[in-house]
């Protein structure tokens, strides 16, 4: 019976290049001489967003979405949090999203048995598998999952036959 799963992951390997590159850009450019301006991933998968004002830390998001896109990283997986200001400080935390989460998963499973097609999904964690006796079917499940809108980044890996 074949299956596949579809997940919500981010590679830090390569959010961790592209904080490295943003951070060099940081370090050279004009506007931000002479300025504690700084990006940090934290253990709670969070990346940390510091300078000394409001406007520096949105110039700082932009330099890091170009970088990520750049890189392959889809930027809807990133929350961006309130901007704290504590004297001459500012910063930011941009949550990392990682893993598809109960009510969207509950959308989605939803959004497969409307649509009719021969197939049963269910969710295992932070991740659903779809099986179905058809491969056709699971493929026109994939083309249903890639129209709909929802806020995260979708993967579809573990095809098997």
Known sequence: MPS????SEVDMHEVNNAIGQANREVDTRFDFKGVDAKFAVTEESEVMVSAEVDFQI???LEILRAKLVKRGVDIKSFVEGDVETTGQK?????????????EIARKIVKKVKETKIKAQTAIQGDKLRVSGKKRDD??????VLKELNLGIPLQYNNFRD
């Open 4 to 7: 596949f799963d579809i997940v």
């Open 90 to 102: 500012a910063s930011m935390k941009v949550k990392i999203q990682q893993g598809i989460d109960s």
């Open 138 to 143: 699971l493929q026109s499940v994939m083309s």
């Open 58 to 60: 949105r110039q700082m």
